[in-house]
């Protein structure tokens, strides 16, 4: 297979006046399952990569793509799994209401069961000192690693996917009814927001926490700042979900994945700045290199792409 090369122009974040050229050299595509894979995210240190998959099994690879261990275990589906900030732990969560941390080794290390429904998401606070989840019986809970509950908030409707604040001082929370939840770490609502895009999917605070990014099952991927005003709507695709939005690390634009199989990446304008078509059913999650120079993909048969990024 070669090398295949994928040229978009991108604004420089200096000048709005000045191009970049941004190069996706895809460095590799392979089968990392038998069946979806839901998540994938980058280690701290962008050495790793962690993928979690329908059939109840998170696999750890190097950026490369060579798998090193797979957490077995947990009743499927395994919706998410994730590292925490030092990059030593890994956290996945089940159907079963559970969730387990592990260690770079592939050993569990703990299981905990903060909920009585299906897990849908769980991250490490920045600090590494405290866990937040959600879940399909409507609660986004705060507790501590060793299992103690700090706080429980009661969100109507199944919450789907989490994001923390690079500060830690704001949880985001997004649901099935299409509401944005802010939640203050030490109890309570902040803000509740009504994005209008169906079932939101995932969420994540810009790398300098002034704004969030949502993607939605109605085609969309929405720009929002803090205070829940719309900045910008991305429209992906006339039919099917956005499954992943992710914010390139320097901020200066985004990808999305969806259903169509293609990676998209805008401005934050909302221009279109180029497709990517990978052809092979629904794409379900993005993840790039804290430092920006690898983007990873992960697709509803199994595959995975990993793109190297230059300029």
């Given at each position: 297979m070669g090398v295949e090369i994928v040229e978009a122009e991108v604004p420089k974040a200096a000048s709005i006046n000045q191009q970049s050229t941004i190069k996706l050299h895809l460095q590799k595509q392979f089968t990392g399952a038998e069946v979806a894979l839901n998540r994938i995210y980058f280690s701290p240190d962008g050495k790793f990569l962690l993928t979690a998959s329908a059939d109840g099994v998170g696999t750890l690879w190097t950026k490369e793509g060579e798998m090193l261990k797979q957490l077995r275990g947990q009743k499927p589906p395994m919706f998410n799994a994730r590292f925490s900030p030092d990059g030593q732990t890994l956290i996945t969560t089940g159907y079963d209401g559970t969730i387990r941390l592990w260690n770079l080794q592939g050993e569990l290390i703990e299981e905990q069961r903060p909920h009585r429904a299906a897990v849908a998401d769980a991250l490490f606070s920045p600090d590494g000192q405290t866990i937040v989840t959600c879940s399909d019986d409507g609660q986004t809970q705060v507790f501590?690693?060793?299992?103690?509950?700090?706080?429980?908030?009661?969100?109507?409707?199944?919450?789907?996917?989490?994001?923390?604040?690079?500060r830690g001082i704001l949880i985001a929370s997004v649901s099935d009814s299409g509401s944005l939840y802010l939640i203050n770490p030490q109890g309570g609502i902040e803000r509740e927001i009504a994005t209008g895009q169906g079932r939101i999917n995932n969420v994540n605070f810009s790398p300098d926490g002034q704004q969030l990014l949502t993607a939605g099952t109605n085609g969309s991927a929405k720009l929002w700042n803090l205070a829940g005003e719309l900045i910008t709507e991305y429209k992906v695709v006339p039919t099917g979900w956005v499954n992943s939005a992710q914010f390139y690390p320097q901020g200066e634009w985004l990808a999305t994945a969806s259903d169509d199989g293609a990676i998209r990446l805008w401005g934050k304008d909302g221009q279109l700045l180029h497709e990517l078509p990978l052809g092979s059913g629904r794409l379900t999650s993005l993840s790039f290199s804290p430092d920006g120079k690898y983007l990873a993909a992960t697709g509803s048969q199994g595959q995975v792409w990993i793109f190297h990024l230059s300029k």
């Open positions: 501590t690693r060793q299992g103690e509950k700090l706080v429980g908030v009661l969100n109507p409707g199944t919450a789907r996917n989490l994001a923390y604040h690079p």
